[in-house]
DNA sequence: TGAAATAAAATTGTGCACAACTTAAATGCG
DNA sequence: CGCATTTAAGTTGTGCACAATTTTATTTCA
């Protein structure tokens, strides 16, 4: 590839990321309305999910990490949610600083009705399970790599 | 794979994508902060500079296509980047539903500050040359595919 | 102990991304 | 021709993502 090429839009690696994240958020979004979820709020959802409790508790500052959000999103995300009865927020009675979530009835059950969605999405990419795991493991690489340079 | 797990959040490839594109905006953002572009505004710029004059137009429409955005998102950033003026919008006189974008005299010289971010960005993916044109293939299948289900 | 430092959420402001809609212009076709 | 249809931009409203700041609580350590 000539230098000239290097500003080229087809030679950006980044594109065809901020391209694919747009295209599967648009596979995702009419599934999720369905859930009345946007596909941020999904992500919550599934870490949520799987201490598939009432009781299991996790602060805030715990979700941001797992799924790299900071409070500027994540505050009015949950609130949004726990307006759908779906989560309660509840400050820490040891540490009031922290806010710890928790999955409502509603919030469980929801699950049922996501269970079918990885499948779903999976068949849309029209990969195979080998192919999907190779990919999971490249971009896993490429995720370690920028995030310790 | 069990069925329990295909929720799991380490298990979704779009959780990957997701990840790896904001991970890709904030490498690119204090970067592309000293050209006073913003990552979107820099794939516009992307366009433009692939016919480098002050004379050839684009239409709204045409960048639209390329950058799979639709005039909700084009319009605001587009005049954003006039009143930076790095591009003028001018209808077209022959079909005044057109908008033709055309290159300002500034907006064609802050190519050359941008002529190192490839390299530089591609060095902090750590991948080799090999490997980003294997990975860019199979995102371009994915692609592909996902434009097609 | 108590002032300084650190930490967790929330708030404010900007800029996307996109759905839904509006406006204005061009096209098609009976 | 004339009217319905289609097309291109723009507008409005919602919900992220994130920088920067604020508020409140906890920790540190002189």
New interface residues.
């Given amino acids: 590839m000539s230098?000239n090429d290097?500003?080229?839009?087809e030679?950006?690696?980044?594109?065809?990321?901020?391209?694919?994240?747009?295209?599967?958020n648009r596979?995702?979004s009419p599934v999720l309305k369905k859930l009345g979820l946007t596909?941020s709020q999904y992500?919550v959802m599934?870490?949520l999910?799987?201490n598939n409790t009432t009781t299991a508790a996790i602060s805030v500052k715990a979700l941001g990490e797992?799924?790299?959000l900071d409070s500027g999103t994540l505050s009015p995300l949950l609130k949004r949610l726990e307006k759908q009865a779906l989560l309660s927020r509840l400050r820490n009675s040891k540490d009031e600083r922290s806010v710890e979530i928790k999955l409502t009835t509603a919030g469980c059950q929801l699950?049922a009705l996501?269970?079918g969605?990885?499948?779903q999405?999976?068949?849309?990419?029209?990969?195979s399970l080998v192919e999907?795991h190779t990919?999971?493991a490249?971009?896993?690489n490429?995720?370690a790599?920028?995030?310790t340079?």
């Fill in positions: 230098n290097n500003l080229k839009l030679n950006q690696l980044c594109f065809r990321l901020y391209s694919l994240t747009k295209l599967m596979h995702y596909y992500l599934l870490v999910w799987e797992k799924l790299d699950k996501a269970s969605i990885p499948a999405m999976f068949s849309v990419t029209g990969m999907l990919l999971n490249q971009l896993d490429l995720l790599s920028m995030n340079r």
